[in-house]
Every structure is written in structure tokens, then in C-alpha cells.
């Protein structure tokens, strides 16, 4: 059994980590640390959990918590956790950040976007992205991993198969994508408000999302070379789901079908990541709840674009899913291991 | 194993049972039976089973399918059961019907307000009222479950201890019932056309509704004496959940500690029904996706009436879970089998 | 025209008043007043108003306010409306409450539910409860009013007929009322939390609603007797709309048709309020943004009971739009000046 | 008084056009024709209206209905409205198509991408394309107007500006649309089902919608030079709105500041178009059910792209409204009769 403990446990990323723990197998739950909640029942601040988690939340004493650990989750608001990993990497265990913190290569990049000072940059390079179908190898071997952000995954994976054989120009790339409120948090706000939000589509943030850089540092990895995307985020009225539509010019001429065959070859044994029929466009609904994404795309011969949509629950693939997925490599257990499950739909 | 069938898999309970059967891992399913979709692969129709149920529909040749299984779920409209029935019952193989048909000890009462010959009244007596938490010893030896209506499902689990202990004046009870729109089902009709249903909340079918009998049936029994209640659903714009309130009067003299002492003590050992701390009434969110009833309730000393609120997810216990927690009790399994996991919140 | 000023013009009950007498020919705004936005164009809080509303908040100086104006609205949370109605009594102005300060006749029963000191018990004799359908004439001859609640507006339209006529036994009243989020107003919650609000239905405060003693005041006064009701408000997935759902047991023997008689003719020359035909229910959606309260009701044979549902707008006939209609009738207007516009649907 | 009529009047835009004319003081209405509801009240399909419409729907006799009338407004799907243009041209009356058929000043695109013959392309020529700010002068002299498509509208006044002054390349322009339901009207489809387009976000019709061709030839035309975009519609979990994020390449060096500036002089006399402060996105709620269309853009110098949002309401600025603003104008009345409101919010 894996120690695992959860650092900030009563936001959502951390409640919905506590939901799938609940259903894997190698896994006992020790900690569940909060600021705000501290001495209470989990399951009283969410009754969802009523009759199923029988937790209470503690203080956050980081050194105990990771000395009782095997893993820890840092599900906590960027800048707050660079002490968990120094700590987690001096007692040797391993930990995950769900925040923004140990994405970066570059600390100054992340300094710049993020306002913050890091804190903790000679650990960046021991850390490594953790988007399992990208970098699954890295993690496997890693102690310390920048959990990606849900944007970021939706587009990486929508983008990886295109950049990698060169089907599109780098710096063509446009992505409009589309988020459920819970992707604000439980952070009271009035963007977050139930009559502002409802009946209501936004974007915000336009041209300065602190997603951009993250995006930008992994497509041109895969792409293998710098390139700069315009980044546009909004705000639909519902509660869970990211659908990213990413617009790229062609490189050269290709056919639907032949862009289709080079990202089923690239995802065909992949679990998680499923292309759609042809013209079965990504539905959020369709993988609700699930650690899935659906791909679909189109070659437009019109404008010689390629327009690809993609579809995952930011809760879940976009965060606390692909975390536990991250952990399955880390303890070399099966990859899918608690997270085979079809979307909840209707 | 258990070999299960459904036959009309492609409604929303069907896809239910599926998904959830999904996961239990006591059950192969054989044949998913569709009169629309024959043919089809079942994650075509349903997308969000791509990568996970690799099914066929096929066509409903009902010896066959009965034939090759142990089980047969029945998801079809009401009046479409019995000749499936009948066909379980002579080839001594089980069965539950989600349907309306085997729900009632009186045909003559199904008949009068479901306007419909039974057509198969011989095998009622037979036919076993699907509700675990009160009917678990029957079920376990029955060979036909009529499986509970979503709304009578919230209501029974309701008002079960306060009957059974005589705390309330059984012709007093009013119960206002909030559904979501999946009730309905995928049948297309202008009262579940998303402009129509959307920011709208509106009553219907106001004393004619047809679990209005089937309420009265169930609630008859515990209390030993017939009785008649006033029985409004409502339909809400959301996808899944039922929020039953219930008002009746008190006989004599209760506090709602007292109260709420016979609930905890009627359902303590219930692995899905909750009774939530004082004060903290039933949200249908924390139940969405799950087996889980929440009730809560409190004793008015201005009105001496006393009043329950009770929340299912209207497509789990409602329907499919209870049909599996039935299958479990069938076939001597665990009863959670396949069915423990919190509600989905956010 | 009628100088009016608006104090609390930030809320959405301020903003829906100063949307609705944009297009009020007879009304010249003065001033908007406003703690958090103090020296704000209101179009910039509030940017549906871009191009139509140039007023900017003002602070809240009263004398001078209510000075410069013919009529005061208040439109803040209970306990501040004192100071300003007594400033407008005493400069002999008008002043329309749109909180719960002045909608009682005894101050003591007001303490007792909203646990603040009144302040101001001494006014309470002067003021009106103004529900124009019910007090028409005394309305027009009043110097304050106490706009009514919006789940009494909508429960006391519903019953008004009802206990007029001794139709029903008026301590047999059970209310459940449904409302959208909007009744909660701007101010943060987690209650209103878009993420925690959707797709879910809930009751709360049950037995305990600062609404029931307005409600059995109001009622009282028709029923010409006192009596005690069942009052349990639900929170709805939506951002407008009251259905309030009402039971009542039979005095004697009545039919749907002869009740339906006394409704249509209590109510047949008013100009919101619209009994629809048998069998169609009040859906909130047909009501979205206007003062049209509509109403449907049918006697249950079965149970002996009356079932009534009445729809309105909660910021519209639930608060804004029944405040104008009560300036009209303080100014001598004719009653629906500003008002006639159907339901948005869809 | 113009006599007008609405020839298909029980769809949502005819239900939104009577909604709008029965508070234009300068319309009387004449007949509302339908097939489906024929001898029907139009408040019995519609009961937001009960006690406002009191007309009832007629059968579809166009040259009586053309007779009776001085302007005719066509409310009808695509592919039906040749026949009634005839007429009116042939009785010399006006008419205005909410519909598809006289928007294209070339039948052979239409035909090309509505799949069906047109039947009538001698009226192209007479046809103008009814978006006011940019063709007013044109519409007040015209007899038929094509009212433009509900995407349409919010991109070509989102783009207007920066092409006619040359701001953006005209075939970098991709365009991400997103919509609410009612776009789709009352038809029942899965699509528009309730459970299946709540809490979901997806495209449709990629690279093949049938208004980018509308959108093409008249962002051509202010370009001054032919030009193709990607267009891609989505569907929002709503009832109304359109937002449409549009992305262009910058023609040299350009900042926000001199875009916004040739923004605010192009619109700042429209009564309707509203450039939002900086950094204000559009809400498509600030413009519920308003005639307005509300913008806001920005210089990404990252990318060196112009990236604009604008919000309308579909039914009203998509349709309806400005169905109406166009009648203004072919009758010589003030543009804004009838259309002056802010937008509903909350």
C-alpha cells in the first residue's frame, strides 16, 4: 500500500483526489491537511463523502506529514509549495504538485507570469511536467512532479501528434478554449457566483493567461522548437469541463485522413486519449468524471488550416486523475490502475 | 460470473447499467438489446464509452437473449415487460424489470392509472417490490424484481422509519418531489427541450402522476393501513437528482431528536442511506452519480408537522444501482458490490 | 415626473429597479446611493447598462437624498431602513421599503424572527404592506410602504381567494417554494457558489424562514383569523423565478371548476396576475423578467386537497417591479405605467 | 401604424419579434401565420403571453396576408421564403426575411451550401443585407431585406473597424463562435435535448457551417478584396447569447490604443454597438435579451494578433431585434423605436 497523504485537501482538486483514492487499491490515505478546516470531518464540509471517507482534516505540520508518507499531493494554490517538495526531496519521498509551482523549466519564466518569487528554482530541474503521455518514462523515474495544468493538458495532448511530424507551423497555432467555473476553485468570487456565471459565456484573461508559458514550453518541446501561441480562456456556464478548439496553419499539404492516421498511430495504445469517428466532434459530457480526452480534428481545405477540438474534465484528467495516473508510474503500478472509467453521462 | 443481458440498453437507464456494470466485477454482460440502434456499436451511440465497452446492440430475440443469460434487466417503457417475463420465469432464469409492470401486488391498479392491459397478471404474485432496505429477505429469494420508481425510491426511504414507528398521521402526508430532466428520458419532447427546461422550474402531472399508486402501495404496508397521499413532481433544470420534501402530521407528541433517533437507528446499518447531521439538508449534487439516499428531517413545534427531505440520484438508486444492489441480493453477493463510491461533487 | 432616488442601487434588487424605470416615462432618477461603489458609473459595475444609464454612485448623505427626491426606494438589507424612512417621514417624502423592515404590523414578531431591534416601532402603524392586488386603496394613501417579500407575494396571490372564500382550512397551509439564486443576492456564499449551486436542488431553512411570519400575517389578515403555516423555501439551479407550490385541505366539498370560478373572477381585472387554463402549470421561465404572476390550481378528489402554484419573477413582481407598481399607485398613476411586458420566453 | 405581419410566427424569432412589436408603439400587428398551431392563441403556445397577445394563429394565405399588410416579416427555416418575397415585390409591399434566402448577392453560393435550389435569385439583386450600421443608407431605400444570420451579426460588427482601415490581414481571420441553444430553435433534436446539451460544451459543423460563406462575402466586401476564414460554431449550455472570439493577424504595428481608437470612432454614434471599457470582456448576460451588441479587443504584441470579442443576443441583435431595427428604417422612423432597452441582468 502507498502512504499517501494530501496536502490542502478541501479544495476541489483535493476532494476529487480524495474521491478516486477512495476506489484504488494500492493506496491507504494518511493525511489530510487544511488551514481552514482543520480538527473537522471531511465528509462534513462535503457530505458527498458521507458514509465513505471517514477523515478528519489536520494541520498542515509538513515534516510529520511527509515523514509518514510514501507520497504526498500538494493541492494547494501556486507559490504555496515549495517547502512541501524541499521537504518531501530532503526525506526522500516522492510528491506531486498539482499547482503551478514545478511546471517550469525556467524559474524566471514562471517568476515573470506568476508575479511571485519561486523560492525553490535549484529544485526545478529534479522535477519533471507530468503529462504521462508525453514524458511517461521521465516520470517513472522521477521524484518530483509538476502536475499539468488542465488547460495545458487538453492542448498538449490535442497538439503533440501535429507538432511532433510537423503537420503544422509552430507559430501558427491559435487556441480558444473553453472551462467550467470549477476551474476557478472554491475561492469565493463574482466571476465564480452562480447568477453571474449562469446563462453566461466570457473569456478573460485574453492574451495574458498564466497558462500561456506552459503551453508554450511544452509544444515546443515536442515541436523542437520555440513558438508562441495565442492563448484565449473562457468561462461557461457549467461545472466541470475544458474543450480546447486549436486552429493551425498547414505545413504542406495534407488530407483529414491522413492527419487522422498519424494520431491514431500516436494514440492508439494510449488508455486515456481516445480520437473520435470522423465528424463526432468532443462533447464535455462525454467524459465527465472520467481521466479521458476525446481528440477529434478536421483538415479544412478551404484555409488550409488543421482545427482540432479536444475535450477533458479539468477535475480529473486537467488535475487530480492524471495526478494519480503520475502515481501509478512512480510506484511502478499499472498505469490505469482506480482510473478506468467511462464518463458519467447523461 | 453472472451472464446479464439488457434489453432496451440504449435509454439513459440502460447506458446506467452498463456503465455501472461497467465496474462490477461479478458481471459479464451478453447481449444489450436495441430496437433503434441494432446493429451499432454502443460507444457510438454513446461516446463516452469509447474505450471502455466495445458491445454491439443487438436485436431483442427474447429466448435467445434469455437463454444465454442468468440475469435479464428490462429498461424498456412500461407495458413492454411482460412477454419478456414470461419468457424468464419458464426458462427459470431471473429477472428485473426497471419498468413500471411488476411494481404493483394489484394489477387492477396498474391497469387504472397506466391505461394499459397488464396482459401478464398471473406472475405479480410472484414479482417482488425491489426496495433492499425493506424488502431485503424476499428479494433474495425472488426470481422477478419489479424494480422501485426513481420518485417512490426518495419517498419510501423517506418516510419508512416514521411510518413503521407510527410518528406521523399517515393520511396527512404531502410529498412535493423535484426531479431532473433525465427522468424523462431520452425521448425527445418539448418539456425536455433544453430552451424549454432550462432556467424553469415548473410543476406537472399535479395529482394524476402514476408513482402515485405505487407510493401508496409501499407506504400502505409499513404503516399496516391503506392510505392516500398528495404526491407533486416538479421538473428542474438539471440533468440528474431528486429532491422529495415531505410533510405529514404528527401523532402526538415528537421532538426531532427523538425523531431523528428512530432514523439512525432504521438505517444505521444501511451502507446507502444517510441520515445528515442536524441542519444540513440534502443537496441532490452530493448524491449525483451514486447509490447514496440522503435524508434529513426536522419536527415543526409551531405546526406539529414533521418534515423530511430525502435526495437520490434519480438514474442510480433511482433506477440501474438499485437494480444492481437487487442482482447482488439475487445472486447472494455483497450487496454494495459494485455500487460503494461517494457522489460526484463538484 | 417623479423625482425618485434609489438607496443601495448596487444590489440586483437596485439594479432591477433602475432597469425597469429606465423605461418609466413618468420618472426622473436622482440619486443612486452606494457604500462599496461610491463615485462608480453604474454601467461599469453594472455593464448591461452601457449606453442607457449614466448616473455614477453616490454616497449615502440622506437628508440630502431624500431632499432632492419625491420618492425613496431602499433597497438594502433589513435593519438599515429605518434612519431613511424616518428622514422621509419627516420631510414628508415617500419611501418604498424594499426589505423586511416595515412589512409587519408588530414589531415584536419582526424582533423576534429577524433577532436585530427594530429601531423604529413607532412608524410601523403608518406604513402599508404593499401588495397592490390586496391593498389597493390603502396603498394609494400611504406615505411609506413595505414592499412585500418575494415568496410572500407569490404564496399570498396564490391563497389569496382560497381563504377569502373560506375554500380551505387555513391551518392545514403547507407552502414549498422553489427559488433561483438570485434571491440570495450579490453578496458571496458558498451557497450561491456557481460551482455548488448548479446542478443541484436543495431546501433550507426549514421551519425557521424569516418569510413564514410575513406570510401568516398576511394570510391571517385575508383568512380573517390567525393561523400557522408550513413554509420550506428550496434553492434552484437558475438565476430567476419563485413556483411556489401550495396544499391546502377543503373546507367542505368543492371542484376544480368551482374554484377556478372564484379565482378568475377575484383576479379578472388585474393586470399581472393570470390564472392560466386547466391543466397548464406556471412554468418560472414564462414569467422571466416581468410582473406577470401566474397561477394554476386543481382539487385532488382523492385526498380531498386544493393544489395551487404560482409563478413569479422574484426581482420583478417578487421586489422591483411590485415596488414601481406601488409608486404608481402613490403617485396617482395609472398602475401599470412602466410595467406591461410579457414574460421573456425562451 | 404599419400593418405587419409575421409569417411563421409560433418558432422562437417569431415569438421573440411579436414579444419586441407589441412595445413598438408604431406597429399594430396584422396576421401571425402558422402551420402547425392554425386557430390556435398564440398565448396558449406561448403563456408568457397571457395578457398581452390576444391574436390567434392564421393559415399561411400569403397574397391575403401580403394584402392586409405593409410590411411582411418572414420567420420561416430557410428554403421557404422565395414565394412570399414575390408576392410582397409583386403587391409592393416590404418585407423582411429572418431567414437564409436574401442574405447572398449570389444564388450559386447559396445554393452551393444550402443544398437546395433558391427559386427565385431575379430578387437577389433587389435584396439588401439588413446589418443597419453598416448598410443603413441602403436598407432605407430598399423593399427586401435579407436580415442577417445570428453569427453573422457578431462577427461583422467585431470586424468591421479593423478591416476597413486596414488593421488585420483579411485571411488570417479564424473566428470561434459560441452559442446557446435557442440558435437552434424549437425543433426537438438530441442535440437541443435537455440532458444532452446541459453541463456541455462541443463544436459542430467544422469547417462546414452554412453561415461562413454569409460571413465571407460581407467581411469581403468591407475589406474591399475577397477572403476566407475559419469559422467554427459551438454550443453553449444556454438559452440565448452568441460570443464570438475572433482572432487576426496585424497588418504592421499596431497597439490597443489605436485600434480601440478606430473601434470607438467607427461606433461611437451606434445606439446598439458598445465598445467596453479596456479590459471589460463582453458577457454575452450583459446583452439577455437587449438589441445591443457589446465589444472588446486587444493587441497580443506577443503575437503580434488582434483578438476581439463581441456578444449579441441571438433571438434579438441575432434576429428579431434587429429584424426590427431594419423596419425603422424602411419606414422612416427612428432606428431605436422600440429596441431601447438594456440588457437583463441578472
Redesign the interface.
Known sequence: MIKASIIGATG?TG?ELV?LL??HKNVELKSLTSQSFEGQDLS?I????????FEKCVEGDIPKVVGESDLVFIALPHGHSVKVVQEAYAQGKKVIDLGADFRFDEGDIYEAWYKVDHGGKELLSKAVYGLPEINRTKISQANIIGNPGCYPTSIVLGLAPALKYKVVEP?SI?I?A?S???GAG?K???S?????????????G??THRHTPEIEQELGKIAGEEL???F?P?L??????I?S?I?ASLRGDWTTEQVRAIYHEFYQDE??V?L??EG???????????N?C?LNL?V?P??N?L?I?S?IDN?VKGAAGQAIQNMNLLFDLPETTGL???????
Chains 1, 2, 3, 4 share one sequence.
Open positions: 476541489y476532494l474521491r477512495h476506489r462534513n462535503y457530505p458527498n463523502l458521507k458514509g465513505y471517507c507559430n491559435i480558444d473553453k467550467g467555473v470549477s472554491r469565493l468570487a463574482l465564480s457566483h452562480f447568477v453571474e456565471a449562469n446563462e453566461n459565456v466570457n473569456a478573460y485574453v492574451g508562441k501561441v495565442s484565449t473562457h461557461m456556464p457549467m461545472t466541470r469541463g474543450l478548439t486552429y488508455p486515456f481516445h473520435l469517428p463526432q466532434w468532443p462533447h464535455t459530457k462525454w467524459v465527465y468524471g472520467s479521458n476525446h478536421v479544412d478551404r484555409t488550416r482545427i477540438t475535450a477535475l478506468l472509467s467511462p464518463g458519467m453521462f447523461p
